[in-house]
Each structure stands twice: as structure tokens, then as C-alpha cells.
């Protein structure tokens, strides 16, 4: 994995997240892919864990920012009003000293690419017991025009007070929530609830695993602002990425 990086051996993929209401795609998540010459295709929840663990996590985070950085002014020049790219971090690699968020703006001001076409997703721990480091720099990312989601919305913690101390702009609703939203009376009211809070509050709610047409009419029937999930797209390289742009901005 060291050496993972200089051998072009990370992919970016981009899943599609789509307007509920409109149904077009207006955003995209990150995810990377390690293409290993020996063992193919690995997924991240295989060795995220492990670059955590070794540090490693700070230079492929840093990777995975210009990349999607790099896409997304591509996406701009070729589809004209672009798409917004979100890119996750770690919590270890968002507390880390080695983090460089001037550097990564310098960058984008080199791509002159507008900051608004990026965000990026955070866990709520990272949130909990913030240090006034990670304040700091989330209000950095913010002042810079970088949105910022809190990703997996609703399961590990309870504790909410974290949302009126840090300005946030969306949430992501967990997909073990939407899962079955058919059949699991509890998980319609808690999305809902969740829908209502976070619009109260000025956030916009992006519903994570939407697979069927049942649970996206679900979700618009109780005002969620967005879907990501296989019902729109699986994750995609950049080529197909493309391919699926071109095809839904078609008029
Ligand atoms: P995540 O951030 O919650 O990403 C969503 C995961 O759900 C992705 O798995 C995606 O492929 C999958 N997914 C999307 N739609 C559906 C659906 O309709 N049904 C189901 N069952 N799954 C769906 P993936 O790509 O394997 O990523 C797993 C996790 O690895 C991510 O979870 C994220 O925590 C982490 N990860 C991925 N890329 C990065 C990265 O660049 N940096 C960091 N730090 N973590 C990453
Ligand atoms: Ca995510
Ligand atoms: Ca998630
Ligand atoms: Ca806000």
C-alpha cells in the first residue's frame, strides 16, 4: 500500500446522487478502489481500516482530494454547470497535523476550479468531542466554499447537539435506514423525523442505498432532497461516469 499511490495503482469511481424531485444527477461521491496488480479489485471497507491504522491514510486522502478536485474542473469544462464532487475523510486523517488545507486550496486556485464543486463527508464522532484543531479546520473548508455532509447519519450516535455548534450543510441518511423502508414502519418515521429536523435547521438530506422505485417514492413523499443508491447508479469509472452524464443531461 506504501507505494500503492506512486504506481497509479488507486481509482477513483463516482456514484451518481440524484435529485429526488427532478431525478438528475447534480452530485457525485468519491469512492476509491484499489486496483492491485496480484489481487484485482479491493474494496475500501478492506483496507481504509488498515491505512488508518499505519497513517498511510493521510497521503491517499490527499490522493483522493486532488483527484476528485481534478474531475470535477474537468466536469465543468465539458458539461458546463458541473457537478459537486464530495470526497470522504477519515476522522485520523481530518485530526492529523499532516493535513494541508491551504495547500489543497492552492490547488484548486492552479485547477481554477470553483470550491463550491467540492465537499466533503465526515462521521459524527469526528464531531463529538471536536478538538479547536478540527473546528478550525472545518471552518476553514466552509470559509473556502467547500460544503461539508455528515455521512452515515442516524446510527452510532444519539447525541444531536453537535449540529447546532458546527455549520453543516447536509446529512446523509444511513442506508441501513433505507433498507426497509417498505416493510419497517420505524425506519419511515425515524427518516422522516430526520428529514424534518435537518430542514429546520437549513440542511439539505441525501438518503444513502436507495435500490428501489418503492423507497425513492418513500423518500419524496417525505421531502428528502436527494437519493444515491444502485436504483439511479452503481458507482462508475470516470469513462462511464461520463457516459451516464452525457446521457441524463441530454434534453
Ligand atoms: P460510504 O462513504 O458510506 O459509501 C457508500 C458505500 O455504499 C459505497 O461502498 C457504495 O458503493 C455503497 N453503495 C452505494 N449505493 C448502494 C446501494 O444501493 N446498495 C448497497 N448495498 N450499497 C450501496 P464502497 O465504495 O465499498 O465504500 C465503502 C466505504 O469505504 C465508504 O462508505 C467509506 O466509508 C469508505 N471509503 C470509500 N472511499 C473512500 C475514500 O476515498 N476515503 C476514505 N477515507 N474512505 C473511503
Ligand atoms: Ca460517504
Ligand atoms: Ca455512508
Ligand atoms: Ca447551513
Redesign the pocket.
Known sequence: MRSAVENGQFE??F?PIVDLATGKASRA?????WNHPKHGMI???EF?PL??ETGL?VG??DW?FREAGFQAKRWCDLFGTGIQVS????PI?FQSNALNISDWLDYLKTLELDAKHLSI?ITEGLLLNASDDVKEKLLRFRDAGIQVAI??FGVGYSALSYLKRFDIDYL?I??SFI?NLETDQNDLVLSEAIVIMAHRLGLNVIA????TQAQRQLLLEIGCDYG????FS??LSVIAFEDFLTKTLEP
Open positions: 477513483l469511481h456514484q461521491e468519491a469512492l476509491i478502489r474494496s475500501p471497507a481504509i491505512a488508518e491514510i491517499i486522502g483522493v470526497v470522504n475523510m477519515s486523517q463527508e455521512d452515515d446523509k444511513d442506508q433498507q444513502e442505498g436507495v435500490e444515491q443508491g444502485y436504483l452503481r458507482p
